[in-house]
Nanobody
Framework: QVQLVESGGGSVHPGGSLRLSCTAS????????IGWFRQAPGKEREGVAA????????YYVDSVKGRFTISRNSAKNTVYLQMNNLKPEDTAVYHC?????????????????WGQGTQVTVSS
């Protein structure tokens, strides 16, 4: 089973930036499509971004387009989520996940497995 570990979360003011990292041990992330989803307290999880394997095509939900960028660094066996112009509504625990299935709305995305997550808090 794929084991994923997220890092890079923190607290920022609105308009700030964070870069989340997703790493794995014992296997190569390039062999998997990877996605990020988030879950705020009392809310359903929602997909945020995904990157395919092989050609690394990317996909973003409308609420983060133009602000978030998902990318791979094969040499570091890491997938990143660069988040710019953060808004209070981006506050959530962010998880990276294996094999995202993009179904309809962001709340309908499905994943094979995911890490423990990293907290992102955006407040003034």
């Amino acid at each position: 089973q794929v084991q994923l570990v997220e890092s890079g979360g923190g607290s920022v003011h609105p308009g700030g930036s964070l870069r989340l990292s997703c790493t794995a041990s014992g296997f190569t992330l390039d062999d998997y499509a990877i996605g990020w989803f988030r879950q705020a307290p009392g809310k359903e999880r929602e997909g945020v971004a995904a990157i395919s394997k092989i050609v690394s095509s990317t996909y973003y939900v409308d609420s983060v387009k133009g602000r978030f960028t998902i990318s791979r660094n094969s040499a570091k066996n890491t997938v990143y989520l660069q988040m710019n112009n953060l808004k209070p509504e981006d506050t959530a625990v962010y998880h990276c996940a294996e094999d995202p299935v993009i179904n309809g709305s962001p709340r309908e995305w499905d994943f094979a497995s995911w890490g423990q997550g990293t907290q992102v808090t955006v407040s003034s």
